[in-house]
C-alpha cells in the first residue's frame, strides 16, 4: 500500500526566505505521480505542483519547485521568496492506482510566513 | 467556469438525521470522489467512482452511501448522523488518464453532527 509522510506539522519562515517542506512516500508501482496542495485558512484545495516518476527534470512552477529524489523516495516542496499569503497547509499526496487513481494525502504541513 | 460545486458548504445535524451532500462537476470528468479532511489527518477518500453506475470503497466508507446515475453528480449520503461524522468534506473530480492527472476540488462542505 501506497504512503505519504510530512514530518513537519508546522513550519515557520520569514518573508522573502525560502522554505521547504518535506514529503517522502512509500510505493511499489514504477509508475507514479506525485502532487502538492495547498489549503489555506478559507478552506479550498489548491493545486500547486506535479512530478511524474519517469520526469527527468525537477518540476517547476514559478516560486514553487519540487526536489524529487526517486532514490530517497523524497518529494519535498521548495517555495522561495516566501510571501504573507503563503500562510497554509500544505499537502503532499500520490496517485493510489489501486484505487482507480485516488489521491492518498500526508497528513500536512503548516506554513506561516512572518513579516 | 464552475469546476466542482458542492452544496450546502456549512451543515448541522443531530445525531440519526440523515442528509445528503451535493456535488456536481460540469468538466465532463469520469472520475469522482469524496474526502473527509479531520484536524491533524490529512484527508481520507471516503467512496470514488469511475464513471457513471460504478462506485467503489475508499478507506473510511463506513455510514456513508454514494451512487453515480449521471457523469455530472456524485452526492454522499449519510444515512444516520453520527458526532464521528463532524468533519470537512471534499468532493473531487478528474480525467483518469495516469499519474499525472490533476484533480479539481469543491469548496468543501463543513458538517458538524450534535
Known amino acids: 500500500a501506497q504512503k505519504i509522510t510530512q514530518t513537519q506539522p508546522g513550519m515557520f519562515v520569514q518573508e522573502k526566505e525560502a522554505v521547504t517542506l518535506d514529503c517522502t512516500y512509500d510505493?511499489?508501482?514504477?509508475?507514479?505521480?506525485l502532487f502538492w496542495y495547498k489549503q489555506p485558512s478559507s478552506g479550498e484545495m489548491i493545486f500547486l505542483i506535479y512530478?511524474?516518476?519517469?520526469?527527468?527534470q525537477n518540476a517547476t512552477e514559478g516560486r514553487y519547485s519540487l526536489n524529487f529524489q526517486k532514490a530517497r523516495k523524497s518529494a519535498n516542496l521548495v517555495i522561495s521568496a516566501s510571501q504573507l499569503g503563503d500562510s497554509a497547509m500544505y499537502f503532499c499526496?500520490?496517485?493510489?492506482?489501486?484505487?482507480?487513481?485516488?489521491?492518498?494525502f500526508g497528513k500536512g504541513t503548516s506554513l506561516l510566513v512572518t513579516p | 467556469n464552475a469546476g466542482v460545486t458542492q452544496t450546502p458548504k456549512f451543515q448541522v445535524l443531530k445525531t440519526g438525521q440523515s442528509m445528503t451532500l451535493q456535488c456536481a462537476q460540469d468538466?465532463?470528468?469520469?472520475?469522482m470522489s469524496w474526502y473527509r479532511q479531520d484536524p491533524g489527518m490529512g484527508l481520507r477518500l471516503i467512496h470514488y467512482?469511475?464513471?457513471?453506475?460504478?462506485?467503489d470503497q475508499g478507506e473510511v466508507p463506513n455510514g456513508y452511501n454514494v451512487s453515480r446515475s449521471t457523469t455530472e453528480d456524485f452526492p454522499l449520503r449519510l444515512l444516520s448522523a453520527a458526532p464521528s461524522q463532524t468533519s470537512v468534506y471534499f468532493c473531487?473530480?478528474?480525467?483518469?488518464?495516469?499519474?499525472?492527472?490533476?484533480?479539481?476540488f469543491g469548496q468543501g462542505t463543513r458538517l458538524t453532527v450534535v
Open positions: 510505493t511499489s508501482d514504477q509508475s507514479y505521480g
Open positions: 468538466m465532463n470528468h469520469e472520475y
Open positions: 473531487a473530480s478528474s480525467i483518469p488518464t495516469g499519474p499525472n492527472t490533476e484533480a479539481f
Open positions: 499526496a500520490m496517485r493510489d492506482t489501486i484505487k482507480d487513481d485516488a489521491l492518498n
Open positions: 512530478q511524474g516518476s519517469y520526469d527527468e
Open positions: 467512482s469511475v464513471g457513471a453506475g460504478i462506485t
